[in-house]
């Protein structure tokens, strides 16, 4: 807003202003540019001092007044000292003397800008961490404490979870809320941490007032001055509480399906022992072809069954991880061999092509645990019987490269949707349960698999796409012995 009562004046400066801001609003009048001021919103005023109806200082007086805290350049050919004391009283950012310095007008405003667009990101940052710690409010607890320890803030959530006002807590220790169960080693750990200027976190279990556990995941940081000393500690808080009590069920529920599952199979294993005893004794009493072929199938199903209960017995020592590997010096080739020899009844009845190949270097001796290699060669051949079409083929093959067991088992099956893989690595889990009525599967064979490559510190990958088969590749840490 630019305000001067000679015309010729308020022209030039008009031109000359607009070569380098975006807006000029000339007025020849301070009543009619005060009139105006609310509708246009300038960033600066420049005006002259004594003119006609009102003088400058007089509209300044009037912005003043109604808390206007607008930029105000003075330009006057008269120098009386009233002047420039009721222009430094009423906050005027400069004072020009007529005839006018063009570059120190341009220079006056330059520093005006800068410093208008340093208050406009003041503003908006203000406004951002206003926004961000509300956000924080609603979802954390927030306190801070003195060098000490000693609580000077809380936020309302804080105080929500733990049951405490504020003023209770304010002044006070950490320890006010501290379990007792919470070992002293955790809080010095900390206390060394965040004392070294480093920044603490982990979980620590606390009691609300009425003496109820509460779990907070505590990211704690040293808040240090421009002398690089501590000036007090700032505790960012998640409340966890419900996760760690749902994952203590979930604990549990584990540790007794585990038990169950141990405890059933043990069961099922010592009868099934006598039946399977028992069914060999009469294949070898009756001679009677017909009988012969019941028996058969009741040996086979039996034989599936033990299979299953000794997987399940082994998941159950795997997914607690109580079970300890042991290794022993074996030849693989020959191992493998006789594995496929176990499936020939399958094999026969799919009318399936099996195909093995295996490095040479597998007829030398290698250090593994034979049951736990046996059970993931065992499962995934299953299931590649299983899952096949009839007149179908499974390529094995099994190498040695780099102290590496890298053993690959392809079929020509009904294959799976890649994207569902971690679905079919839970235990008891089928991705079609059709299927798994259709194909005799149980739901542990992948979940054990997975398991056994997982504590052996291998790897397991598979590649499929439904209708086109599969190939599934087990990579093991073999060292030679």
Known sequence: MLIEDEPELLTTLENILKRYVREVYPFSDALEA???????????????????????????????????????????????????????????EYFLVKPIEVDELLQNLSKIEKRLLMQKEAVQTRLLLEEYKMIVDESTLVAKTDPQGNIIYVNERFTQISGYDRDELIGKRFSLIGHPETP???????????????????????????????????????????SGNIIEYISINQDITAAV??????????????????????????????????????????????LQTHLNQIDGASSKLMEMINSLIDLSYLSNGTY??????????????????????????????????????????????????????YQLISNAIKFNR?????????????????????????????????????????????????????????????????????????????????IFTVKLPFPHK
């Open 390 to 470: 009839h007149n179908g083929k499974i390529t094995i093959m099994a190498n040695i490269k780099e102290d590496t067991l890298i053993m690959s088992i392809k079929d020509t099956g009904i294959g799976f949707d890649e994207s569902k893989l971690d679905e079919m690595y839970c235990v008891f889990n089928q991705v079609d349960s059709s299927i798994s009525r259709k194909c005799d599967g149980s739901g542990i064979g992948l979940s054990l698999v997975k398991m056994i490559t997982d504590l052996l510190g291998g790897t397991l990958n598979a590649h499929s796409s439904e209708g086109e088969g599969a």
């Open 245 to 290: 009590i749902a994952l203590d069920k979930l604990k549990r529920a584990n540790q007794f399906k585990d038990d169950f599952l141990r405890n059933i199979t043990h069961e099922f294993r010592t009868p099934l022992n006598h039946i399977i005893g028992n069914i060999s004794l009469l294949q070898h009493k009756i001679d009677d072809s017909k």
């Open 324 to 377: 300890v590997p042991v290794t022993e010096p074996v030849i693989l080739d020959s191992l493998i061999t006789s594995w496929i020899a176990k499936f020939e009844l399958e094999r026969d009845e799919k009318q399936l092509e099996i195909l093995s190949y295996c490095s040479k270097h597998l007829r030398e001796p290698f250090e593994c645990d034979t049951k736990l290699i046996q059970h993931v060669f």
């Open 184 to 226: 002293d080693s955790l809080y010095e750990a900390l206390w060394k941490t965040i004392t070294r200027q480093q920044i603490w976190k982990g979980v620590i279990q606390n009691k609300d007032k009425g003496g109820n556990p509460f779990y907070l995941s505590m990211t704690i940081a040293p808040i240090v001055d421009e």
């Open 34 to 92: 005060l009139e105006a001021f609310h509708a246009l919103t300038p960033d600066v005023i420049i005006s002259d001092i004594k003119m006609p109806n009102m003088s400058g200082l007089e509209m300044l007086q009037h912005l003043r007044d109604k808390n206007m805290d607008i930029p105000v350049i003075f330009a006057s050919a008269f120098t009386d000292p009233h002047y420039f004391q009721d222009a430094i009283r009423l906050h005027a």
